[in-house]
């Protein structure tokens, strides 16, 4: 049996049989009996012409001017197809050509369809599709330009801040530069400058921007300071509210971003002895009274405070001071620089700390 067999129903057999033993290639005929059948079935050719033994005897060559003359049907019923995309609520359509649709994705679903058929990780219908990744945490968007009388379809994607490009991929997925405005006809600055004029795509920005907000605050105060610091670079009002409520990165916010005090948080930075201990010194950088009571209740956090900030003798923390033998050292040492006989008691209990205070005392001729 021969092969054409195997692909053709009898009726279409013979036909191909015939063309095939002029010479012509069974691959180039099955192509353009494929075509021939997709303009049938979509009842795009009538008469006499739309019956394949009619072109039995025919030239191949004529058949195949049929073929190419009527292509621009199959284009047509692609592009009404295409049409069917544009009047989705989650899509921009920036531009709609005879050759080419032009259009954003709002979403991951619209992004799915409209990058069916390449390898677009923003087109994945598993686990790893990055469109929320791309839009909601790096503030990116997409514009997919499609081809209505081919398979091709490329990617850009921007920066909703500057407009900067990151990148620009075909349906393969790799990279590309020179070509697309060469096969598109298309400037990639000019259809993200289209993009961010149009109001709908701004509404969508903003939106993106509470849902981040959103996503941010839900992270805890750790996050909140790591989007001031790194991403923003200032401030962050709608955020301040989680960072006060946490001590440490209240310090860490005061001190780095708004490089200042940082009041709405001062009453729970004052609640940790440690936290207040860091506020006062690097961000007040001095005596900060309203947290000195609890951080003389802290031998270490104490000991700090009259070393760091005070610089001298801190009397309301030394009984703290002197209930750590180690600590109480290094207070008689370089703080006081002389002998310290609170701390006597606790530093001769521990014969290491007994040793260097004794050593310490001798250097200084208070043995």
């Known amino acids: 049996m021969r092969a054409y067999e195997f692909l053709f129903e009898d009726i279409w057999s013979d036909v191909v049989a015939n063309w095939v033993s002029t010479g012509i290639e069974l691959l180039t005929v099955e192509n353009n009996v494929n075509k021939f059948k997709q303009l049938k079935n979509k009842n795009l050719i009538t008469g ?13 060559d004529q ?13 047509a019923t692609k592009g009404a197809k295409r049409a069917k995309i544009k009047t989705s609520t989650d ?3 920036l531009k709609d050509t005879e050759k080419w649709l032009v259009v954003v994705p709002l ?9 069916s058929g390449t390898n677009w990780c923003t087109s994945t219908r598993s686990e790893n599709n990055r469109f929320d990744q791309y ?6 968007s997409l514009i ?7 398979d091709e379809k490329y990617a850009i994607r921007f920066e909703n801040k500057t407009g900067k490009v990151v990148e620009c991929r075909d349906k393969n997925n ?4 020179y070509e697309f405005q060469e096969v598109t006809g298309f400037s990639e600055s000019q259809l993200v400058n289209q993009c961010m004029s149009n109001k709908k795509w701004q509404e969508f920005t903003r939106s993106i921007e509470q849902r ?9 105060a750790e996050n909140v300071y790591s989007y001031a610091k790194y991403a923003i670079q200032g401030r962050f009002p709608e955020g301040e509210s989680v960072i006060a409520s946490d001590p440490k990165w209240a310090v860490y916010y005061a001190s780095d971003v708004i490089q200042g005090r940082f009041p709405e948080a001062e009453t729970i930075i004052a609640s940790d002895p440690k936290w207040a201990y860091y506020y006062a010194s690097d961000v007040i950088q001095g005596r900060w009274p309203e947290a000195e009571t609890i951080i003389a209740s802290d031998p270490k956090w104490a000991y700090y405070y009259a070393s760091d900030v005070i610089q001298g003798r801190w009397p309301e923390g030394e009984k703290a001071i002197a209930s750590n033998p180690s600590l109480a050292y290094e207070y008689a040492k370089n703080v006081i620089k002389g002998r310290f006989p609170e701390g006597e008691e606790e530093i001769t209990r521990y014969p290491i700390w007994a040793t260097h205070y004794k050593e310490f005392l001798k250097s200084i001729g208070e043995e």
């Open 107 to 115: 979403s991951m679903t619209a992004s799915q369809k409209l990058g």
């Open 174 to 177: 790799s990279s590309i530069v």
């Open 135 to 140: 839009t909601l945490d790096d503030l990116t």
């Open 91 to 93: 899509e921009i359509v």
């Open 144 to 150: 997919y330009i499609i081809s209505k009388t081919t």
């Open 212 to 220: 981040r907000i959103e996503k941010i605050l839900e992270g805890g």
């Open 63 to 75: 058949f195949v001017s049929f073929i190419d003359a009527n292509a621009a049907k199959l284009d």
């Open 48 to 60: 006499t012409e739309k019956d394949i033994q009619f072109w039995k005897n025919k030239p191949f």
